[in-house]
């Protein structure tokens, strides 16, 4: 279809620049043309919206995350990360079927779709039903079967992670993309890496892992190999291959360094990592030295939300407060880590986290109608700094509605919530 959307304000997120009067015209799946004032292009338009009192931007893009943990919110609060693991999620975990999971995604979808989000990672288990949850709804995301070397079947999870890469890859009308996911060093030793890195080759896919997320794990690692995770991957060639680095919170300055050399990609989860007590990464020094960051919840059974417009707003904030430098990371770089960032973060940017002709049409209407909008001194710390993710109205991708007039278009939502909610009967009587 052809879509007119006029009167509406828009946010460039490349340049910073704050349209308050504009319009965006949709053709299919991208976008055909978009500019300040009323358009000069004539019809046909199967649909025209009035943007008055809405705001346009970019759908934000969630680099890091576990969907399907949407079912263990709550479940596990108020812990450290290896406690939070090993006594509960993971007990957990081994209690969902590949049905949950599917409900699981389902349930993070809701949640992402009616924050802004368009575009998720994940790394899990049974990713056929994480798939297939993702075609259903819509959105985009990019897949992969979680790998633990230190599992009885490593083995099994390396040929099903094989198998799922090739049977989806680009499915979806291309809205899934697919990689390979080793869990962490701590969980993949070298010899189990050496297995991956061929597989990587031969598929020609990004891989994720988590980095060193805690104190702790850097610690382990060093007494173990006389190197930091991030040494030890370097070591092991992993770097060599497109590499999305969740958290990376302790790193030394050899490691951002290594990090930079590598083209390593951070996925920055200020809200979990909080949460867990993990720490803070030091995403100015990233940013310093080159390195690609974008924005990631993690799970929401260690953040319990999904909520980009909460971790950009985090992400400013946190680094002016640690840093005790109110300019350290502004309002522009916030709102670029939610959306182009992003899309940099996961190697998409060719098509996504912008508003310009070309670009995939996944966007978000937000109502600034509301009080902390106003005064209207500048639009864009408004968004960063004021915004809250329930002024969501509508979400589009690939020019498809998912969420129109906070309505969803195509989840269920009430049927969702009910089959959530009977799943965690699984946890109810699990000693804590």
């Not at 990713?127 to 599992?151: Q, S």
């Not at 974008?294 to 640690?322: I, P, Q, V």
Request: charged share 20%.
């Amino acid at each position: 279809m052809r879509l007119l959307i006029k009167n509406i304000a828009y946010i460039d997120v490349l340049s910073g620049a704050v349209i308050e009067h504009g319009h965006m015209i949709v053709g299919g799946s991208r976008i055909e043309a978009i500019g300040p004032g009323d358009t000069v292009q004539s019809g046909p338009f199967e649909e025209i919206m009035d943007g008055t009192g809405r705001l346009l931007l970019p759908g934000f893009i969630n680099t890091h995350g576990h969907a399907a943990m949407s079912l263990l919110r709550g479940y596990a609060d108020d812990m450290p990360l290896q406690q939070w693991l090993n006594d509960l999620i993971w007990p957990a975990e081994a209690q969902l079927s590949a049905e949950d999971i599917g409900v699981g995604t389902q349930l993070a979808m809701l949640e992402m779709i009616e924050t802004g989000t368009t575009t998720f990672t994940d790394m899990y288990m049974h990713m056929d039903h994480v798939a297939a949850a993702v075609i259903e709804g819509g959105m985009r995301a990019v897949l992969g079967r979680g790998l633990v070397g230190l599992a009885p079947n490593a083995s099994e999870m390396l040929a099903q992670a094989e198998a799922f890469i090739m049977e989806y890859e680009g499915t979806g009308d291309g809205r899934i993309r697919t990689t390979l996911a080793p869990h962490a060093p701590y969980t993949c030793p070298p010899e189990y890496l050496k297995q991956i890195l061929p597989l990587a080759e031969r598929l020609g896919v990004p891989l994720q892992i988590h980095i060193a997320e805690t104190a702790r794990e850097v610690a382990e690692s060093r007494a173990q190999y006389g190197l930091t995770p991030t040494e030890l991957l370097h070591r092991e060639g992993v770097f060599a291959f497109p590499v999305v680095g969740a958290h990376c919170i302790h790193v030394t300055d050899r490691d951002i360094d290594l990090l930079a050399l590598g083209r390593v990609h951070v996925a920055h989860n200020p809200g979990s990592n909080l949460k867990l007590g993990s720490g803070i990464a030091p995403l100015t020094s990233f940013l310093a030295r080159g390195v690609i960051v974008g924005l990631g919840t993690d799970g929401a059974a260690s953040n319990n939300k999904l909520d980009l417009y909460e971790e950009m707003r985090l992400s400013a904030l946190l680094h002016k407060g640690t840093l005790q430098d109110a300019a350290a990371v502004n309002a522009h770089q916030a709102l670029r880590l939610a959306t182009a960032g992003g899309a940099e973060t996961l190697f998409l940017d060719e098509d996504l986290g912008t508003l310009q002709p070309g670009a995939a049409a996944d966007f978000q209407l937000v109502d600034i109608t509301g009080p902390r909008y106003y005064p209207r001194h500048n639009l864009l710390a408004h968004i960063v700094y004021s915004s809250h993710a329930g002024d969501v109205t509508d979400v589009f991708v690939a020019g498809r509605p998912l969420l129109r007039k906070r309505q969803f278009v195509t989840l269920d939502k009430e049927r969702i919530l009910a089959q959530a909610q009977t799943i965690a009967t699984k946890f109810a009587v699990t000693s804590r």
